[in-house]
C-alpha cells in the first residue's frame, strides 16, 4: 500500500505580501493567511490523514493547527521543517539585499545550493536537515497518509531532492501560500502526482 505525503506551505503573512525575507523570524498569519489556512483545511479535510508534522515557526504552526483539527490530531513540531536560516538579509527584500551586499549577492545568485546566506544556511545545508527527517515519517508511517506543513526553501528543496533534480533548479518551482503537493511511495519510490495546488483558494 502506498504512503502519501502531503506537502503544504503555509498560509500568508504580511512580509510575504511585501516579498521580504522572513527566515527564522516568527510572523504570524495576515487576515488573508488565516481565510488561506482555513481554506487548505477544508480541502484535506476528506483526506485520511493520520499525523500533521510541521515547522516549529508560528505561520506554519497556525496553518498546520487548522489541517489538524478535522482529523482530531495536534500537529507534531519538527524544528527541521524550519524556513532557511536567511541571516542578516531577514527582513529585506531581495532589492535591499542586492544593495546591502552587491559583490556577495552576485556570488550567491549564482550558486544558491552550496552559497550560505549571509550569517545563514544554504540550501544544501536545509537538504541535510530536512531530507532524513521526511525519510523517517515516511519510514513510520508506511502505507498511511501524513501531512507536513513548511515554508518555501525547504519545500523546494524536499522536492528538488525526491525528483532527484539539482538544486539549483529549486527556482524553477512555484510553491505558493497555503499551496498542497502530494508525493507517493510505492515500494519505497516516490511519485510526484500533485504540485503547488491552489484550486481551493479559489472556491
Known amino acids: 500500500m502506498a504512503t502519501k505525503v502531503i506537502l503544504v506551505r503555509h498560509a500568508q503573512t504580511e512580509w510575504n505580501?511585501?516579498?521580504?525575507?522572513?527566515?527564522?523570524?516568527?510572523?504570524?498569519?495576515?487576515?488573508?493567511?488565516?481565510?488561506?489556512?482555513?481554506?487548505?483545511?477544508?480541502?484535506?479535510?476528506?483526506?485520511?490523514?493520520?499525523?500533521?508534522?510541521?515547522?516549529?515557526?508560528?505561520?506554519?504552526?497556525?496553518?498546520?493547527?487548522?489541517?489538524?483539527?478535522?482529523?482530531?490530531?495536534?500537529?507534531?513540531?519538527?524544528?527541521?521543517?524550519?524556513?532557511?536560516?536567511?541571516?542578516?538579509?531577514?527582513?529585506?527584500?531581495?532589492?535591499?539585499?542586492?544593495?546591502?551586499?552587491?559583490?556577495?549577492?552576485?556570488?550567491?545568485?549564482?550558486?544558491?545550493?552550496?552559497t550560505a546566506f549571509p550569517g545563514g544556511e544554504s540550501y544544501e545545508d536545509v537538504r541535510r536537515r530536512t531530507m532524513p527527517k521526511l525519510e523517517e515519517l515516511v519510514e513510520r508511517h508506511q502505507g498511511e497518509t501524513l501531512c507536513v506543513v513548511s515554508h518555501a526553501g525547504p519545500l523546494k528543496v524536499m522536492l528538488c531532492s525526491i525528483l532527484g533534480m539539482s538544486l539549483d533548479h529549486r527556482r524553477r518551482l512555484d510553491i505558493a501560500n497555503a499551496s498542497v503537493s502530494v508525493v507517493r511511495y510505492d515500494g519505497g519510490f516516490p511519485r510526484l502526482c500533485v504540485l503547488n495546488d491552489t484550486c481551493h483558494l479559489r472556491m
Open 17 to 114: 505580501k511585501t516579498n521580504r525575507y522572513q527566515g527564522h523570524l516568527d510572523i504570524p498569519l495576515n487576515e488573508k493567511g488565516l481565510e488561506q489556512a482555513r481554506r487548505v483545511a477544508l480541502r484535506l479535510s476528506g483526506d485520511d490523514i493520520k499525523a500533521v508534522y510541521t515547522s516549529d515557526l508560528g505561520r506554519a504552526l497556525a496553518t498546520a493547527r487548522a489541517i489538524a483539527e478535522p482529523h482530531g490530531l495536534e500537529p507534531t513540531i519538527v524544528p527541521e521543517f524550519r524556513e532557511v536560516d536567511v541571516g542578516k538579509w531577514q527582513g529585506h527584500s531581495m532589492e535591499e539585499a542586492r544593495e546591502m551586499d552587491p559583490e556577495f549577492f552576485k556570488l550567491w545568485i549564482s550558486n544558491q545550493a552550496t
